[in-house]
C-alpha cells in the first residue's frame, strides 16, 4: 500500500486512508482484466486480496467438489465416524450438547437432521448461558444419561470439558467432541476429539466453523453407512447438500475467515437458503421482513442476531428447535418469539452500551494510550449482552475490550473482542493457568471468561502487561484500506453486481471498501436507533444516499451533521438498500475527513 487516498492522512476517527494495492499489484489487475475479462474494480479487488491470477475460475465459482478434502485427513476423524456409525447401527441413544449461539444451534441441527434421517432417537441440550454458562457441565450430563443417553456428542464446545466428559465416561457413556475452539495442550478424556485447532490436527482446516466440522463429520459417517448398506434399508440417504444452508449461516455468524473451503460453504449454502426449503428459515426471513434476494450481510445481521436473541436472553434451545421444525405453525410461533427477543435485545443493549461507553472513557481518558486494553464491568448487566457491548466499544475505542457482569455470589462472567493482531484466546488461556480466572477460553478476536469479581483490577493488569502495547501499536498504526476511488456516479447497480462476483465477503475477505472524493453533504439527518442518514452530491450533479449505523453521538455523525451543505472526502461500502419494490445503491459510511482544500 503505497501511498494515502486523497492525501488523507488523518480522518476524523484518526486513520490514514491508504490504497489497497501497490504498482505489483496493479499490474496483477491489469493482467486479470486483460487474461480473464474482469471489470477493472473487480481486478482491484481480487489483485489487492492476492487472488492468483491462475486461481480465479475457482476463486470466482468456489465449488465445494473441487474444495472439500477427504474428512479423515482431520485428527482423530476415522475413530469418530466409527463411534457415531456404531451407535447408529445399534439403534442407541446419541445427545447432543451444543453451544447457545448460531453456530452451536446449527451444528446440533445439521447433526440433529442426519440422525433423524437415519431414524435414530436423539437428544438435545442448549445450555442455558445465564444458570449453566459455556460448554458441558456436569450435571446436565447427568440428566441426558438419565433419559437414556448411550453416546454423548459435544458441537461447538467440549474442547475445553474435562470434568463433564470425565463424569460422562464414569457413568458409562463415551463422548465425541466435534468443536473448532482453540485447544489446550491436555485434552479432555474423550472418546474422540475432532478439532482442527487440536495442537496435533495438520489438516490446515483450522478456518473451520464448528457447523464446518460437523458437516464433514457427516460426510465421514454417511460414507460408512453407505459402504454396509445401511440406507438401503433407510429408502435413501440424506442430502447432504441440502444442509449447507446451516454451514452457511454458522460459518458467516461465527465470523470465521471466509476463504478455501468457508467459502464454497456459504456460496453454495446461500444457493440453498434462497430455495426457502427449510421452514425455521423461511419463517424467520418472513418475520424479519427480508425483501429481496438471501445474502452473507443477511446470515450476519438479520438471521444471526435474531437466533442468538435467543440464547442472550432466551430460551437458548429456540435456534436448535427453529432450524429442525418441519411443521409451519411452530416455525412461525418460534420466528416470532425470536423477533420479539431479538427487540427486547436490542434496548437492553443501547442502555448498556451507553454505560460501558461512560466508563471506558474514565479509563482512556484524554490520553488515547492511557489504556491499551479496556475492561469494564457492572452489577446491572445483562450477561448474555456483554458480548455485543465488548463489540460496540471495540469499534468506538479500536482496541481489545472485555465487558463483565456481575452477579450476587460474587462472580463475573464476560466475552471480550479484539482487534486484528492480538490473540485474545491466547490471552484468555494464559490467565486461567495463571489462576487469574476460574475459566475462560475463545478465538484470536473473541473469548469469554468467568472471574472472581474482587480480582477484575488484577485482571485488567494482567491483560495491559501482555496485550496493552501492542494493542497501542497497533492502533496508532491503524488505516483505513480503500480498494477504489469512484463518484457517486459510478455507484451503480451494475457495479454492485460486478462486485458481488468476488464474494462472499467477510472475515479474511473483508468488504472492498471505496473513497468518494469532495462530494457535498446535501443533507445529513440522526434517523431510527443512532443512525444518521446523508445525501451526497459530486461535483457533476449525481448524488449518493448515505448512512452511518451508530454514528449520531461519534466523530463520523458529528462530522456529518457539522458540514450540511459542505464538502467532505467519504468511506465506506457499497449495498442495495430497497425500499417500497425499488432498488437504490446506498454507502455505508465508515469513515469522513476534511479535505485539504475546504
Known sequence: MSRTVFDVSRSVTDRAWLDRIDDSSRAVALAMVQQHGLPDVVARILAGRDVPIDALPGYL????????????????????????????????????????????????????????????????????RLTEGYGPNVEAVATLVAAGAQLLVTVDCGTTGHEPIREAARLGVPTVVLDHHQAPEQLPEAYAIVNPNRLDDLSGLGHLCAAGVVFMTLVAVNRILRARGFWEKRGGEP??????????????????????????????????????????????ADSARLDGPIAPYHLGFLFGPRINAGGRIGDAALGARLLLTGDENEAAKIATELERLNRERQEIEVRMVEEAEAE?????????????????????????????????????????VF??????????????????????????????????????????????????ADKIPELRAFFETRLGADASRLR????????????????????????DRAGPYGSGHPEPLFAFGAHRVVDAMEVGTNHVRAKLKAGDGKTLEAIAFRAANQPIGIALMKNRGGVLHLAGSLAINRYRGGETVQLRIMDVATPAAH
Not at 477504489?484 to 454492485?496: N, R
Open 360 to 400: 471506558a472513557l474514565l479509563s482512556v481518558g484524554l490520553d488515547e494510550n492511557a489504556a491499551g486494553i479496556i475492561v469494564v464491568a457492572s452489577s446491572h448487566w445483562h450477561p448474555g449482552i456483554v458480548g455485543l457491548v465488548a463489540s460496540r466499544l471495540k469499534d468506538r475505542f479500536q482496541r481489545p
Open 476 to 499: 496508532a498504526e491503524q488505516s483505513l484500506v480503500i480498494d477504489a476511488a469512484i463518484m457517486a456516479g459510478g455507484a451503480t447497480l451494475s457495479l454492485l453486481t460486478e462486485i
Open 61 to 128: 465459482d468456489p465449488r465445494l467438489r473441487d474444495l472439500m478434502p477427504d474428512p479423515f485427513v482431520l485428527t482423530a476423524m476415522e475413530p469418530t465416524a466409527l463411534k457415531i456409525v456404531g451407535a447408529i447401527e445399534r439403534d442407541e441413544i446419541i445427545a447432543i450438547f451444543g453451544d447457545y449461539d448460531v453456530d452451536g444451534a446449527t451444528s446440533a441441527a445439521l447433526l440433529a437432521g442426519f440422525l433423524d434421517k437415519a431414524g435414530v432417537r436423539r437428544l438435545i441440550h442448549i445450555p442455558d
Open 403 to 452: 465487558a463483565l457482569a456481575l452477579d450476587q455470589n460474587g462472580f463475573a462472567t464476560g466475552s471480550g473482542r479484539s482487534v486484528q493482531g492480538i490473540d485474545l484466546g491466547r490471552a484468555v488461556r494464559e490467565a486461567v493457568e495463571q489462576k487469574v480466572l476460574i475459566k475462560g477460553g475463545g478465538h484470536a478476536m473473541a473469548a469469554g471468561l468467568t472471574i472472581i
Open 239 to 284: 442430502d447432504l447438500m441440502a444442509m449447507l444452508d446451516l454451514v452457511a449461516l454458522g460459518t458467516v455468524a461465527d465470523v470465521v475467515p471466509l476463504v478455501g473451503l468457508n467459502r464454497a460453504f456459504v456460496r453454495q449454502g446461500i444457493a440453498v437458503m434462497r430455495r426457502r426449503d427449510r421452514l425455521g428459515l423461511r419463517a424467520l
